[in-house]
């Protein structure tokens, strides 16, 4: 019953910006941890920030200060505003709930490149 629908995926250059959307549907989302994850092709599924019910924040040392995680408990939405990219922040893009077990989204392709 738990849906997660992520957006906002794309091409952009290097140092470039961009926002994801994930959209969540059957939890009451306020009371849920949310996280972003990313994956490289063969490479392992890396935590990218979290934010919990609360609004504490956490990000990874490879994009803290470049990428900022933020929630709208209204619109059941949870946000990654990515800014400054490079060339390694390309991967499969995908949000993550915590409820009784994890919930994944499908994923949304984000490619930086010149």
């Known amino acids: 019953q738990v849906q997660l629908v992520e957006s906002g995926g794309g091409l952009v250059q290097p140092g470039g910006s961009l926002r994801l959307s994930c959209a969540v549907s059957?939890?009451?989302?306020?009371?849920?941890?949310v996280g972003w994850y990313r994956q490289a092709p063969g490479k392992q599924r890396e935590l990218v920030a979290r934010?919990?019910?609360?609004?504490?924040?956490n990000y990874a040392d490879s994009v803290k200060g470049r990428f900022t995680i933020s929630r709208d408990n209204a619109k059941n939405t949870v946000y990654l505003q990515m800014n400054s990219l490079k060339p390694e922040d390309t991967a499969v893009y995908y949000c993550?709930?915590?409820?009784?077990?994890?919930?994944w989204g499908q994923g949304t392709q984000v490619i930086v490149s010149l």
């Open positions: 934010i919990t019910s609360g609004g504490s924040t």
């Open positions: 059957g939890t009451i989302f306020r009371l849920n941890d």
């Open positions: 993550n709930v915590k409820y009784i077990r994890d919930y």
